[in-house]
T-cell receptor, first 109, second 112 residues
Framework: KNEVEQSPQNLTAQEGEFITINCSYS?????LHWLQQHPGGGIVSLFM???GKKKHGRLIATINIQEKHSSLHITASHPRDSAVYIC???????????FGTGTRLQVFP | DAGITQSPRHKVTETGTPVTLRCHQT?????MYWYRQDPGHGLRLIHY???????DKGEVSDGYSVSRSKTEDFLLTLESATSSQTSVYFC???????????FGSGTRLTVV
């Protein structure tokens, strides 16, 4: 079992829909990252959080340390949000990042 | 972009040949990393550097070596490429260890 699990693996949505991507982890962490990867492109850091909630534009990231779970929400989704979203946790013990396999999101007009 | 470039962007090479990938930064960041990305796997750390001439192994370091003779450059070398090293390679830089970093655009390497 992977130490970082994302769900769903694939997600399709209509423009305007509210999107939720989930990340569960099984190790103690210092921080959690959400990353975005566009097709053929590089990887962009969206959020780093260790507690609570962060918001940037239409993106909201939350984390529940006790439940070892984080969610990434996209409000009013748009086709340009189509990308792979990756969750990564910073292991408290090893001080290394552990990455999930990503969630592929496609938003159709 | 954030001052990190990888070269080449694409490369096809034959099994058994040496290959060097370059990561160049203009940000003067202390930490540099090499990851590989493969289908079905999350990004996996190959090697990282925490300063000039200071490097350490990641979880998938076998078959790879690195060098950092200048702050701005971090080289990844496959001494004798194998088909299992076909992958997309990403370089990343940071000022705070693993707490916040910037990725390069990736190098797609195919070993035939």
């Amino acid at each position: 079992k992977n130490e970082v699990e994302q769900s769903p693996q694939n997600l399709t949505a209509q423009e305007g829909e509210f999107i939720t991507i989930n990340c569960s982890y099984s190790v103690g962490i210092s921080a959690l990252h959400w990353l975005q990867q566009h097709p053929g492109g590089g990887i962009v850091s969206l959020f780093m959080l260790s507690s609570g909630k962060k918001k940037h534009g239409r993106l909201i990231a939350t984390i529940n340390i006790q439940e070892k779970h984080s969610s990434l929400h996209i409000t009013a989704s748009h086709p340009r949000d189509s990308a792979v979203y990756i969750c990564a946790v910073l292991s408290y013990n090893t001080d290394k990042l552990i990455f999930g396999t990503g969630t592929r999101l496609q938003v159709f007009p | 972009d954030a001052g990190i470039t990888q070269s080449p962007r694409h490369k096809v090479t034959e099994t058994g040949t040496p290959v060097t990938l370059r990561c160049h930064q203009t940000e003067n960041h202390r930490y540099m990393y090499w990851y590989r990305q493969d289908p079905g796997h999350g990004l996996r750390l190959i090697h990282y550097s925490y300063g000039v001439k200071d490097t350490d192994k990641g979880e998938v370091s076998d078959g790879y070596s690195v060098s950092r003779s200048k702050t701005e450059d971090f080289l990844l070398t496959l001494e004798s490429a194998t088909s299992s090293q076909t992958s997309v390679y990403f370089c990343a830089i940071s000022t705070q260890g693993f707490h916040g970093y910037t990725f390069g655009s990736g190098t797609r390497l195919t070993v035939v």
